[in-house]
C-alpha cells in the first residue's frame, strides 16, 4: 500500500455523504468541547465558567424536558457515566440533529466540505491521539492498575465489584500493563497525517479492548471509551472501502493521505502547524511522563511505606485483662490490622465487617492513634515490637483497657503473589 495525497477539493459530495458529515461534525466538535476529560492542556482552565453554567443548564434539562425522577446533583467525577454525562450527550445528539437540519436548508450549494472534513480530523486525531497517550502512560508507569493490596487479598472473592475484579486482574500485572499501555500510546500515529490510518486501525482495536471491559465489567467510563471507538470508526471511515479490497481481495491499492487545505500550504503557516505540534506531542509525552511519573513516586507502588507496613493478624485480644475468644459474631474484637498507605489504616472485625481509620504514627513516642472520619470514633495506644513478625498494641478503646498482638504478614505470604512466572507446568495450576 502507498501513501499518495487525495485528490480533494475536485469531487462533489452526495447528499447522503454531506448530511452524515454535517451531523458528525456538530457531534464530534461538541463532545470534544464539553467532554473534554483532559485532552487538550488547559482546556480545563477555559471551560472553567462554560462549566460552571453546564452545572445549571444539565440539570433543568433533565428536570423539565427528560423529567427525570431524581434531580441531578452529583456531576463528573471519577465517574464518567453520571446522569448529569447521559444528559450531556443527550443534549449534545439533539443540538446536533437541530444543527444538522438548518444547516441543511441554509447550505445547499455547498459540494463538499474537505477543508471542513480536514480540520475535523486534525479535531479527531489529537483528542483521541492525546487521550490514549495519557492513558498509555498510567500503564507504562503503571499507576491506573495498582498491585493488589491487602484490603483486596483478604477481601471474600464473592464481594469484589465487577470493577473490583478488572482492577486487581488488570494490576497484577506489570508486563500486561506495559503491553496495553505501549498498544495505547501507538495513538500517537493519529497525530501524523501519512501514519493516520494505520493509527486509526491500532486505535480502533485498543479503544474497542477499552470499551469491552468497561461494558463487560461496569467501569464507569463507557461514554468516553465509546466516543473513541466511534471517532476512530470515523478516521478510518475514508479507507475502510480501500482496506477491504486490500485484505480480502488481494488487490494492490493506494492510502491517500488528507492533503492540507491550499490556503494553509503557505511557509508560515507550514511552520506554526511545525511549531504547534511539536509543543502539543512534548507536553502530552514530556510533561505528561513527568507528571506520571511524580504521582508514582508519591502515591503510586514507588510511594514510600509507612512505618508499620504491613498486613497483621490477631494473635490475643486482651479486653480489662479477659483474653476473648475469636468468636465470628464478635462486632467489636479485631481480626485484622491492614496498614498499606500513609496516615490511613484498615481493620477488619472477627464478623468480617472492615472500617477506614485515619492514624497519627509517632515513632519516637511509639504511640498510633485511630480517628474515624464519620464519627467521634477514637483510638490510643503504645505500640512494642518484640520482633520483625510481632506487633503488640496497649491502650485504650473507649472506656476499655485493650491489649492486642498480632502476627505480621506481608503480600509475599500470599499464593496469588508468590506463585511467579512458570515456563514449565506439568499440570494446570488453576486455583
Do not use: C
Amino acid at each position: 500500500m502507498e501513501n499518495t495525497l487525495d485528490p480533494v477539493y475536485s469531487v462533489p459530495w452526495s447528499v447522503p455523504k454531506k448530511i452524515a458529515f454535517r451531523f458528525f461534525f456538530i457531534f464530534f466538535l461538541l463532545f470534544i468541547i464539553i467532554q473534554n476529560n483532559g485532552a487538550f492542556p488547559g482546556w480545563d482552565i477555559l471551560m472553567k465558567y462554560p462549566t460552571e453554567l453546564l452545572h445549571l443548564f444539565i440539570p433543568w434539562v433533565g428536570e423539565h424536558i427528560l423529567h427525570l425522577p431524581e434531580k441531578i446533583t452529583v456531576f463528573t467525577n471519577g465517574s464518567g457515566d453520571t446522569r448529569y454525562d447521559y444528559v450531556i450527550v443527550f443534549t449534545i445528539f439533539v443540538l446536533s440533529v437541530l444543527g444538522t437540519v438548518i444547516w441543511t436548508l441554509l447550505d445547499r450549494k455547498a459540494s463538499d466540505y474537505d477543508t471542513l472534513y480536514y480540520w475535523l480530523t486534525v479535531a479527531l486525531r489529537f483528542y483521541v491521539g492525546l487521550m490514549l497517550i495519557s492513558y498509555g502512560l498510567v500503564k507504562v508507569i503503571k499507576l491506573q492498575f495498582p498491585y493488589p493490596g491487602f484490603y483486596r487479598l483478604t477481601q471474600p472473592f464473592g464481594e469484589a465489584s465487577p470493577m473490583g475484579l478488572a482492577w486487581t486482574f488488570l494490576g497484577f500485572s506489570k508486563g500486561y500493563n506495559l503491553f496495553m499501555g505501549i498498544a495505547e500510546l501507538a495513538a500517537g500515529l493519529l497525530l501524523f497525517r501519512r501514519t493516520m490510518t494505520f493509527g486509526a486501525v491500532i486505535t480502533l482495536m485498543t479503544a474497542a479492548n477499552v470499551m469491552a471491559v468497561n461494558y463487560f465489567f461496569d467501569v464507569p467510563v463507557k461514554i468516553l471509551s465509546t466516543a473513541l471507538v466511534t471517532m476512530s470508526a470515523f478516521l478510518l471511515a475514508r479507507d475502510a472501502e480501500r482496506l477491504f479490497r486490500f485484505f480480502f481481495s488481494g488487490e494492490a491499492v493506494k492510502l491517500p493521505k488528507i492533503e492540507i487545505p491550499p490556503q494553509l500550504r503557505k511557509k508560515g503557516f507550514r511552520i506554526a502547524r511545525l511549531v504547534l505540534k511539536t509543543l502539543v506531542i512534548g507536553y502530552a509525552v514530556i510533561y505528561g511522563a513527568i507528571k506520571v511519573n511524580g504521582y508514582s513516586r508519591d502515591f503510586g507502588e514507588n510511594a514510600p511505606k509507612p512505618g508499620l507496613y504491613g498486613l497483621y493478624t490477631v494473635d490475643t485480644f486482651i479486653v480489662n485483662r479477659d483474653t476473648l475468644p475469636p468468636l465470628k459474631t464478635d462486632t467489636l474484637q479485631w481480626a485484622q490490622l491492614q496498614i498499606e498507605r500513609e496516615g490511613f489504616a484498615r481493620i477488619k472485625y472477627m464478623n468480617d465487617r472492615s472500617a477506614g481509620f485515619v492514624t497519627t504514627l509517632d515513632t519516637t513516642g511509639r504511640s498510633l492513634k485511630f480517628m474515624k472520619r464519620d464519627s467521634s470514633e477514637q483510638y490510643s495506644f503504645i505500640y512494642e515490637l518484640p520482633d520483625t513478625n510481632r506487633l503488640r498494641l496497649i491502650g485504650t478503646m473507649q472506656e476499655d483497657t485493650v491489649a492486642i498482638v498480632f502476627k505480621r504478614l506481608d503480600k509475599s505470604d500470599f499464593l496469588l503473589l508468590n506463585r511467579g512466572f512458570n515456563w514449565v507446568n506439568e499440570y494446570p495450576f488453576n486455583r
